[in-house]
């Protein structure tokens, strides 16, 4: 059994897992937690088995909160906490200027969609902001990173005095009669077009046609309407991965 703590800058996903398949996941707020016994009493509240003694494996993008789970393989785990980087492994060519700053979550996606879409792959993660990755022909040649779809609408929400907070909608259209329609086509709708636009672009890069695949949290909202694969636990998977590669090699 392995605890796996996605720490985006939205939402923590908990999974705990035993083959690296299935996972018993749990969302939290990744503000609702600041020290290891308060993440330990919210997974009591929500895991009936057993959850101690065993290794945890931390995919993080926000730095200040990686002491939590120092202290809490410590306390609470069997000491070993295995942190997510592109220098932890070599199973792939990481070919971008600095692989040492490739968000963790985007190394997760990496080494997930590699071993379970192939060697030419492009993955979109929906979250706070939105991260496009390219793999090609098993080596990751780098991305794109776009504003998330929440933060675009809090951004027009904050930026101007009347217009509202809307539904993380598309809309069914593209001329708006409303407020909220405007803003919704200029945000989300607006948005799946960039991302469409750079794959576009970046699938001239290719020879073969590369797996697109589709993950992260707000990925529901744009199931319906981008080609592609959704694969929700795509980032916990590739977390296992790096596990398994990691377990092996160092300790
Ligand atoms: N069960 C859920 N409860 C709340 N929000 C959810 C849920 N499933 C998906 N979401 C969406 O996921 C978003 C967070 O996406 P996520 O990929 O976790 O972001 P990040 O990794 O940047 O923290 C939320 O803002 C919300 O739109
Ligand atoms: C781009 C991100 C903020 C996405 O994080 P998330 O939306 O999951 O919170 C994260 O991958 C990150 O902080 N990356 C570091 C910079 C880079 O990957 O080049
Ligand atoms: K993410």
Redesign the pocket.
């Known amino acids: 059994m392995v605890l796996l703590f996605?720490?985006?800058?939205?939402?923590?996903?908990v999974a705990l897992t035993r083959n690296g398949k299935e996972f018993e996941k749990y969302?939290l707020s990744?503000v609702r937690y600041e020290t290891e016994d308060e993440l330990y009493a919210f997974l009591k509240s929500f895991y009936k088995e057993y959850i101690e003694n065993i290794p945890i494996v931390v995919s993080s993008?926000v730095p200040s909160m990686n002491v939590i789970f120092e202290y809490f393989a410590e306390k609470y785990g069997n000491g070993q906490v295995y942190f997510v980087s592109a220098l932890g492994y070599d199973k792939i060519k990481w070919n971008v200027s600095y692989p040492k700053e490739i968000g963790a979550?985007r190394v997760a996606d990496v080494i997930a969609a590699y071993k379970d879409y192939g060697e030419n792959c492009i993955v979109i993660?929906?979250?706070?902001?939105i991260t496009i990755e390219v793999i090609k022909d098993g080596s990751y040649e780098g991305g794109a990173i776009l504003p998330?779809?929440?933060m675009m609408i809090n951004a027009l929400f904050k930026g101007t005095a009347k217009l509202p907070l809307v539904e993380?909608k598309p809309y069914n259209g593209f001329i708006g009669k409303d407020t909220e329609s405007n803003i919704q086509i200029g945000t989300i709708n607006a948005t799946v077009g960039a991302i469409k636009y750079v794959i576009e672009n970046i699938v001239k890069e290719y020879q073969t046609q590369p797996v697109i695949i589709h993950t992260?949290?707000?990925s529901?909202?744009v199931k319906d309407i981008v080609e592609g694969i959704v694969d929700k636990d795509l980032?916990l998977k590739g977390m296992y991965y790096f596990y398994e590669e990691t377990k092996n090699s160092t300790r």
């Open positions: 996605d720490v985006g800058n939205t939402h923590t996903t969302r990744t993008v979550d993660d929906y979250g706070t902001a998330g779809f929440a993380i992260g949290g707000q529901v909202f980032t």
